[in-house]
């Protein structure tokens, strides 16, 4: 692969899952995190433009929504303020911390993904036997860490880290097993990008609550989770082996992804955050004198409306319209399902904070910019692929030289403020 081609292939995932990731901050949570997941995951099929991975397009989105929505159990919120304090020890704690956060997000996620993308007819991923021992790993590492050893990273909050971390462990003892090299290279590729754009994007934060600009900072961290994830992701799928399967895609199991990814992800999204309470708060904020019942009314109706057709076209286009034999499913036919399923996830960030009716929320404009350039780089990528194999020794080079950028920035944030709102302090 030449150098443009893989620039403009990880720009596509990193812009992708980094535009879907930030407007996951209006909504939160596993739901949230999944739809983002899932765009991202999209991204990677489209620039790699391999027929047979069209075949499996949506299955493939639904493994990226699955491992990425997972670790929306995790809470951060207090250890994203460990970072904005003035010690040391506990601004760098803090920055770790959200590295092993943002990594359980991309190993998993990743981890999935690869799974599917060297799944098979004839060596089929076994779902039942991988989710039975994540569950396993969940249950047994949180009772270990949490329950006996009290390991707590974010008192008093949720420990549910500790859970993802048990998933994690379980995902790749079954990848070891199986010997799914190309899905372990893809896992830690994911989780470096995931937990170095995590602890990164906060501390763009911290210097953009320093520099006095007037911007949502925390919304530049998603950001930055989202963008490294998704460049660690694709990079990590380009610069591995995988062997080409069937370029057919099979009616039986297309339904269930496509009503998943369009209508359950979405319509929980919709049910957890267009709450009326929420909405008129938001609506009064920046305009005392406008109905604000009634613009909530509106904007509830819109977007389920939204959804459901969205979700009742993908259902007809892709599965029922569909000619007998189940003809091939091409690029375009996926690069349109792409922009409609990110397009609506934009419209629901503008919906959902009202930023239709006034600018007051100026990132939201700059993720219509996203798409639009997405659109463009899209017709310039086409990634191909080069075997780099498994390097351990290169991996634990990679994590150390991250663990030591954690250090600088530390050093960096506690020598530009002082203490700042919201910061948090894990130890006296």
């Known amino acids: 692969m030449n150098n443009r081609q893989l620039l403009y292939a990880l720009l596509v995932a990193g812009m992708s899952l980094g535009t879907a990731w930030a407007i996951r ?39 990226s929504a699955a491992g990425w929505g997972v670790g929306g159990i995790i809470s951060y919120g207090k250890v994203v303020g460990f970072a904005r304090g003035l010690e040391f020890g506990n601004v760098y704690y803090g920055f770790l911390m959200l590295g092993i956060i943002g990594g359980l997000f991309g190993l998993i996620g990743g981890g999935l993904f690869g799974l599917t ?31 006996e050893l009290g390991w707590l990273m974010t008192p008093p909050r949720s420990e549910a880290w500790a859970a993802c971390f048990g998933m994690t462990v379980a995902l790749f003892w079954h990848m070891i097993r199986h010997k799914q090299h190309s899905a372990i290279r893809l896992a830690v590729f994911a989780g470096l990008g995931g937990g170095f754009g995590f602890a990164f994007g906060n501390f763009l934060q911290v210097m953009g609550s320093v520099s006095g600009i007037r911007f949502n900072f925390w919304n530049v961290m998603e950001y930055s989770i989202g963008f490294f994830g998704g460049v660690g992701m694709a990079y990590g799928t380009f610069t591995s082996e995988w062997e080409t399967t069937d370029t057919q895609a099979s009616r039986s199991r297309l339904l269930a992804p496509i009503i998943t990814l369009t209508l359950i992800i979405p319509f929980v999204v919709w049910d957890q955050s267009f709450e009326t309470e929420r909405l008129v708060k938001t609506i009064q904020h920046f305009d005392p004198l406008a109905d604000a019942t009634g613009i909530t009314n509106y904007v509830q109706w819109v977007a389920l409306l939204l959804v459901l ?36 996830y934009t419209i629901y960030s503008i919906l959902m904070t009202c930023a239709f009716m006034s600018l007051y929320r100026i990132e939201q404009y700059l993720y219509i910019l996203n798409v639009a350039a997405l659109g463009f780089l899209m017709k310039k990528a086409h990634a191909s ?44």
């Open 25 to 63: 901050g209006q909504f939160g949570h596993e739901q949230g995190a999944a739809w983002a997941g899932g765009i991202g995951g999209l991204s990677i099929v489209l620039v790699a433009r391999r027929k047979d991975w069209y075949a499996k397009a949506f299955q493939l989105a639904l493994a």
């Open 117 to 147: 993308l060297a799944a098979s007819r004839e060596k089929p991923v076994q779902w039942p036997q991988l989710i039975t021992e994540m569950t396993a790993g969940a249950i047994l590492f949180y009772y270990l860490l949490i329950e």
């Open 309 to 344: 057709a969205f979700g009742a076209y993908a259902v007809f286009k892709y599965y029922v319209h569909a000619k007998a034999p189940f003809s091939e499913l091409h690029h375009e036919a996926i690069q349109l399902f792409f922009f409609l399923n990110l397009g609506l």
């Open 385 to 428: 692929f080069s075997d780099r194999g498994l390097n351990i020794s290169r991996w634990a080079i990679n994590f150390a030289f991250i663990i030591a950028i954690f250090a600088i920035l530390t050093a960096v944030a506690i020598s530009t403020h002082g203490e700042l709102n919201g910061a948090n302090r894990r130890f006296e």
